[in-house]
């Protein structure tokens, strides 16, 4: 950097570069940034000060309350008398009886020494979703993601090693026969995809599992799932649902746009009958009504009628947030499409459904996290979430009296699983409109 100063016939060249300067104090730092935020007009001053007196006003009465010297009490009698011995006012929490029935709260009714197995399904949980949600993960991992609900229904079921391997081959053999199928008729290998796998599981997989079972007697042992309780009940119920219903969702949604007929009307039938039926009503059909339609003497287990009502149910409300992503997209990328000669399902896979689930993306997890919030309402067919599980808690002579506590503790727990899905929704749309521009 040169400065050059004339001055008649004297000429000065600097030969040294000046010292940097820091901006000034009020240009940098948290000083420039309280400044723009929160005092930049009058309007916006006289805002953050009345936003400033409300938040004290509420944290004055709140964190009383809160910060309680009680997680070591074991009843709500001894939390009160350790209140009078400090000289305390009685107005605060009695947070001893989440110490004391953390684990149940967890899981319920599980298996105290079993513990470890939904602890593994969860680590087991987060390294399938990881290939998915994170594509810097090697694709090789995807094989993983793709093992992993067999996995984890091992775990937290039990029973024979053979039931969930077989049940994954039953899959296997749907994809074999639909490529197989697929040069012949697009149509007859959809219907393969799905009728293989059902024959497969009614006819074969029965007599080949007791086989084995004989044969080779490995496995966990089971666990029922009336023994499912607390958060475990309510992440099973939300994840299974959430997975199941985003590629069934997707189906329906091309189903409701396709322009055959029987196929179009049935879809449209499907959504709109479900979504036209409050979720408690459909709980309520899956615990009662569903076994009018069962043979005699059929045992289906209570909690897979949930999932797979709770999961029709979302994939409803699924159909149409990705409609709209398709009703979205401008009619050339259809034409597009067409005129680079691909088919159907070809046009679909690579170009209209990438665009159309990105413009989805924030109904589908807004969904999302209204069904995991929804699992709540398991409590009135009788299973224990955590809503149900204070119920039980408070019947005990030594927590008779506790609401607040156990309240707050499973808003907290929800609030947790509801703004990571949230979080990672913005990073997904951040991370996609990069790679667009």
């Known amino acids: ?24 104090v009020g240009e940098r730092g948290a000083i420039k940034w309280v400044r723009e935020n929160l005092f ?63 684990n149940q709260l967890l899981y319920g009714f599980y298996p105290q020494d079993s513990y470890w197995r939904p602890n593994v399904a969860l680590l087991v949980l987060l390294a399938g979703l990881a290939p998915v949600l994170f594509p810097s993960i ?25 039931t969930p391997i077989l049940v994954a081959a039953g899959f296997a053999l749907g994809f074999v026969a639909a490529k197989a199928l697929n040069g012949v008729n697009p149509i007859v290998a959809a219907i393969a995809a799905v009728l293989v796998p059902v024959l497969f599981w009614f006819l ?11 044969a080779a007697p490995i496995g966990l042992a089971f666990i029922a ?13 939300g994840v299974s649902a959430i997975i199941l219903s985003l590629p069934l969702g997707i189906v329906l949604a091309l189903a409701r746009t396709s322009d055959l007929f029987i196929v179009h009307k049935l879809s449209v039938g499907f959504i709109e ?16 009504l569903l ?11 209570l909690t897979l009628r949930v999932i797979i009502m709770v999961t029709l149910f979302s994939a409803a409300y699924i159909a149409e947030v990705v409609r709209g992503g398709l009703a979205a997209l401008p009619k050339g990328q259809y034409e597009g499409a067409d005129s680079l000669g691909l088919g159907y399902w070809q046009s679909m896979r690579l170009i209209i459904l990438p665009q159309a689930l990105k413009i989805s993306i924030p109904g589908i997890v807004n969904t999302f996290i209204g069904l995991f919030k929804d699992t709540t309402l398991v409590v009135f067919i009788g299973l224990l979430d955590p809503i149900g599980l204070t119920n039980s808690i408070r019947a005990s002579t030594d927590w008779n009296g506790i609401y607040w ?8 727990m929800f609030f947790i699983f509801c703004y990571s899905m949230g979080r990672y929704s913005l990073h997904l749309e951040k991370k996609l409109q990069r790679e667009h521009r």
């Open 1 to 24: 950097m040169s400065e050059v100063h004339s001055m008649k016939d004297l000429t000065f060249v600097r030969r040294e570069m000046l010292p940097e300067k820091e901006p000034p």
């Open 40 to 102: 930049s007009g009058v309007f916006n001053t006289v805002m953050t000060l009345i936003s400033l007196f409300v938040i004290w006003y509420v944290l004055q009465g709140l964190l009383p309350w809160f910060i309680s010297p009680s997680w070591g009490q074991e009843s709500l009698a001894a939390c009160r008398e350790h209140f009078e011995e400090l000289g305390q006012t009685l107005e605060q929490a009695c947070w001893g009886v989440i110490r004391d029935r953390m």
């Open 138 to 162: 090697p694709r090789k991992a995807v094989f993983f993601s793709l093992a992993s609900p067999f996995i984890i229904y091992l775990l937290l079921w039990g029973g024979p090693i053979w």
């Open 204 to 214: 074969i997989l029965p007599p080949l599992a007791n086989v084995l079972t004989s």
């Open 225 to 237: 799932s009336n023994e499912f309780g607390g958060f475990l009940l309510s992440v099973v119920i």
């Open 273 to 288: 009958i479900i979504r036209g039926v409050p979720l408690i009503v459909w709980l309520f059909t899956a615990s009662l």
């Open 291 to 301: 076994n009018y339609f069962l043979p005699p003497g059929t045992n289906f287990d």
């Open 405 to 412: 506590e156990l309240y707050v503790f499973i808003g907290v």
